[in-house]
T-cell receptor
Framework: NAGVMQNPRHLVRRRGQEARLRCSPM?????VYWYRQLPEEGLKFMVY????????ESGMPKERFSAEFPKEGPSILRIQQVVRGDSAAYFC??????????FGPGTRLTVL | RKEVEQDPGPFNVPEGATVAFNCTYS??????FFWYRQDCRKEPKLLMS???SGNEDGRFTAQLNRASQYISLLIRDSKLSDSATYLC????????????FGQGTELSVKP
C-alpha cells in the first residue's frame, strides 16, 4: 500500500507565477488535509477536503489560495500570483476518518 | 495563548539517558492526541497516539491528563537515532478533524 504521494517534491517559481501542488492520498483514505510549514515555524493547518467537497478552509489565506479534491485524480493546492512569503514546505496528509493522519513527503516551494 | 504549547528546546542528552517532553493544550474540547516526530523538516511521522490510560511502545511512554490538559512523552535509553524534533499534536473533532501542532521540541542525542 503506497503512502501519501506528493509532487513535485521541489518547485521553484518567480513572483507572480502560479504554483500547483498535487497530493494523492493513501488507498482507502477519503480525507485529505493540507498543512504549511514556513521556515523556522511549526506546521499550520490550511484546508480539509473530502471528495468533491471542501470541509474546512479556515486556515487558507483568503486570496490567491485554493484547493480541490475532485472525484477522480489527486487533490490540488493552487497558489496564484505567488509572492516570496509563500516559500514554504507544503505537506498533505490523509486519513480514513477522524483519526491519525499520515503525511506525504511534502512539496518545497521556493519563490524567487 | 497558543492552542498547543511545548517545552522549549533543544534537549541535548547523552546516549542511554531518559528524557521527558511536556505539552499543554488550551481547548478542553480536544478529542485525540498524538506525538509525531519530524527529522530535518521532512514529513512528520506518527510516533504514537496518546490515551487517557497512558500507553507504552518499547522505550516510549505517553501520558494524558485531561483534567490538567497536559500530555507527556518519556523516552528511555535514548539512542542516537532518536535525535529529531518531537511534535505534540491535538486533533479537534469539533473543528473538522484538523490537527493542531505544537512548535516542536528538538532532541539531540550525543554519543
Amino acid at each position: 500500500n503506497a503512502g501519501v504521494m506528493q509532487n513535485p517534491r521541489h518547485l521553484v517559481r518567480r513572483r507572480g507565477q502560479e504554483a500547483r501542488l498535487r497530493c494523492s492520498p493513501m488507498k482507502g483514505h477519503s480525507h485529505v488535509y493540507w498543512y504549511r510549514q514556513l521556515p523556522e515555524e511549526g506546521l499550520k493547518f490550511m484546508v480539509y477536503l473530502q471528495k468533491e467537497n471542501i470541509i474546512d478552509e479556515s486556515g487558507m489565506p483568503k486570496e490567491r489560495f485554493s484547493a480541490e479534491f475532485p472525484k477522480e485524480g489527486p487533490s490540488i493546492l493552487r497558489i496564484q500570483q505567488v509572492v516570496r512569503g509563500d516559500s514554504a514546505a507544503y505537506f498533505c496528509a490523509s486519513s480514513p476518518g477522524y483519526n491519525e493522519q499520515f503525511f506525504g513527503p511534502g512539496t518545497r516551494l521556493t519563490v524567487l | 495563548r497558543k492552542e498547543v504549547e511545548q517545552d522549549p528546546g533543544p534537549f541535548n542528552v547523552p546516549e542511554g539517558a531518559t528524557v521527558a517532553f511536556n505539552c499543554t493544550y488550551s481547548n478542553s474540547a480536544s478529542q485525540s492526541f498524538f506525538w509525531y516526530r519530524q527529522d530535518c523538516r521532512k514529513e512528520p511521522k506518527l510516533l504514537m497516539s496518546v490515551y487517557s490510560s497512558g500507553n507504552e511502545d518499547g522505550r516510549f511512554t505517553a501520558q494524558l491528563n485531561r483534567a490538567s490538559q497536559y500530555i507527556s512523552l518519556l523516552i528511555r535509553d535514548s539512542k542516537l537515532s532518536d535525535s529529531a524534533t518531537y511534535l505534540c499534536v491535538v486533533l479537534f473533532y469539533n473543528q473538522g478533524g484538523k490537527l493542531i501542532f505544537g512548535q516542536g521540541t528538538e532532541l539531540s542525542v550525543k554519543p
